[in-house]
């Protein structure tokens, strides 16, 4: 299994980006995926998760900004990021799973910062 994030950088407050993460090593068609991302000094926070038949998850403080898709054609996943703030700033993982449960497998990261 392998999963490689892309599409972090940094980003002025209420700007956008779009992470991807890239698939491979398994089905992913039938596999849920999930976004997590760990701030700064801080836990483990689950984003968003995307079942296999397209349906999604967000955490209550995460709807509204972020909008997660899957395009089972090229074995990836999206994570599109609004309005961003600050407090946003954090790595950015890909995770093969439901989101809140444990992950078969992680991406390496990918880093958001929010500053201007």
């Known amino acids: 299994v392998q999963l490689v994030e892309s599409g972090g950088g940094l980003v002025q407050p209420g700007g956008s980006l779009r992470l991807s993460c890239a698939a491979s090593g398994f089905t992913f068609s039938s596999s849920a995926m999930s976004w997590a991302r760990r701030a700064p000094g801080k836990g483990l926070e689950w984003v968003s998760g995307?079942?296999?038949?397209?349906?999604?998850y967000y955490p209550g403080s995460m709807k509204g900004r972020f909008t997660i898709s899957r395009d089972n054609a090229k074995n990836a996943v999206y994570l599109q990021m609004n309005n961003l703030k600050p407090e946003d700033t954090a790595v950015y993982y890909c995770?093969?799973?439901?989101?809140?449960?444990?992950?078969?497998?992680w991406g390496q990261g990918t880093q958001v910062t929010v500053s201007s």
């Open positions: 995770a093969l799973g439901e989101a809140g449960s444990r992950p078969r497998a």
């Open positions: 995307i079942f296999s038949d397209g349906s999604t």
